[in-house]
């Protein structure tokens, strides 16, 4: 099995920055996909950013240009940087791990984000 524990999360003003941080630990015996997701109150959860065991990175247009995913496969963790915070940026981050081993996703279970305006 695998676990994902995030962290970083906390309140920070509008322009600020935050780092998360996912670390995956259990049977992991490969380099899986990894991302980060949020869920504002009321909506979907939606995808943020993902990054493939080879490094290659996709992002939501909403946060291009502001925030960085990147993967340490050594220790098995994945981070979240995200510069000039906007209010619309309020959720809950869940990192997620897509297990080849296992045939499905793992969820950690979140981290607040909060941003003022």
Do not use: H
């Not at 920055?17 to 504002?40: E, H, K, T, V």
């Amino acid at each position: 099995q695998v676990q994902l524990v995030e962290s970083g999360g906390g309140l920070v003003q509008a322009g600020g920055s935050l780092r998360l941080s996912c670390a995956a630990s259990g049977s992991i015996f490969s380099i899986n996909p990894m991302g980060w997701y949020r869920q504002a109150p009321g909506k979907q959860r939606e995808l943020v950013a993902t990054i493939t065991s080879s490094g290659i990175t996709n992002y939501a247009d909403s946060v291009k240009g502001r925030f960085t995913i990147s993967r340490d496969n050594a220790k098995n963790t994945v981070d979240l940087q995200m510069n000039s915070l906007k209010p619309e940026d309020t959720a809950v981050y869940y990192c997620k791990l897509d297990s080849r081993r296992y045939g499905r996703p793992y969820w950690g279970q979140g981290t607040q984000v909060t941003v003022s305006s």
